[in-house]
């Protein structure tokens, strides 16, 4: 999770991570409820002790159907990362990832252009609606 932090705040997202399934799905139920909702949705296949991504499909889908989610995993977990879309999901991000891989899931699920995306001082400088988005998953 740390790493993926690091990875997501090099490229300008910004994660909010979960202990849990639960925490993942009360943290997004209040995101889509306040003025900043997340931009996609970044789940494990799965969590020890708890739900995986695709136990949680269903009820992120009720809180916010349009929201892209995307699972991830080191583990093969049968055809759940060759096949994402069949269970829910835009996009499959196999772990160890990368801060390429990382920005080309995020570009296409959120329909960006690819490429470096602009950080910190950049960021200041770009009108607001050419700045990035701030909640971008969990």
Known sequence: CVLAQRIASRIGFQLEPAKNGDEAIAKFSAAAD???????????????????????????RKIAPSVPLIVTSGWSEGDLLSNPESHGFAEALPKPFY????????????DLPSGPRPTGAELDRLSPEDSTRKNDGL
Request: glycine fraction near 8%; proline fraction near 5%; charged fraction near 25%.
């Open 99 to 110: 801060r390429q891989q990382f920005a080309e899931v995020m570009a296409r699920v959120l």
């Open 34 to 60: 306040s003025d900043a909702p997340f931009d996609a949705v970044i789940l494990d296949a799965s969590i020890p002790g708890g739900r995986g991504a695709a136990e949680m499909v269903e009820e992120f």
